[in-house]
């Protein structure tokens, strides 16, 4: 039943950013609000069975359509973009988010990849805490590699100072020029 429940959550997800653009939204921006929003999975076992996200378990969590289309809490905020630039072999696309001490920043980054055997375009998303803590996409917190196999990218981190994140999204290596999506939720 997983499947036509994702698909229904897409549908109302996708009609949920037509809502708010006057253009219609990518795949791309739809798979990253979806699984933005999306919650851990909590297990039978103590401690959980699942471990951090993504793993074998349980993928980037389960969706949750009402954490993903709101109404969202007060206190909650979130921003998107919709592929509209695209990055070639070494650019790099920076912005700012405030955050708060206390909040929670979830920042996950979606691209459609060209077919192949292979990843053929590989982007970096990189954030900047405002203690000065670098965090690598769907790498454990302090880790110097990135992901290299896959096109969706995330960072989850309890902020402990308040001040500016930097987000940036890098393109590693592309053989064409690549748009992205990226979904920005800080609560």
């Given at each position: ?19 708010r653009s006057p253009t ?105 805490t405002p203690d000065g ?54 609560s």
């Open positions: 039943m997983a499947t036509p429940l994702v698909a229904g959550c897409a549908a109302v997800t996708r009609q949920f950013l037509m809502s219609s939204p990518g795949a791309a921006l739809v798979k990253a609000m979806l699984i933005n929003g999306a919650k851990q999975m909590i297990g039978q076992y103590a401690p959980a069975e699942a471990g951090a996200p993504p793993d074998n378990s349980q993928g980037f969590e389960r969706i949750d359509l009402a954490a993903t289309v709101g109404p969202y809490n007060q206190g909650t905020t979130v921003v998107w973009k919709d592929e509209n630039t695209a990055l070639e072999t070494g650019q790099t696309e920076e912005m700012q988010q405030a955050v708060v001490a206390g909040q929670t920043l979830k920042v996950t980054l979606v691209w459609t990849d060209p077919a192949g055997e292979a990843l053929q375009n590989d982007l970096d998303l990189i954030v900047t803590q670098e965090l690598h996409g769907n790498m454990a917190p302090g880790a110097a590699a990135f992901d290299r196999s896959n096109n969706v990218e995330q960072i989850n981190v309890p902020i402990s100072t308040a001040g500016q994140a930097k987000i940036a999204v890098r393109a590693f290596r592309t053989l064409a020029p690549q748009p992205y999506a990226l979904v920005v939720r800080v």
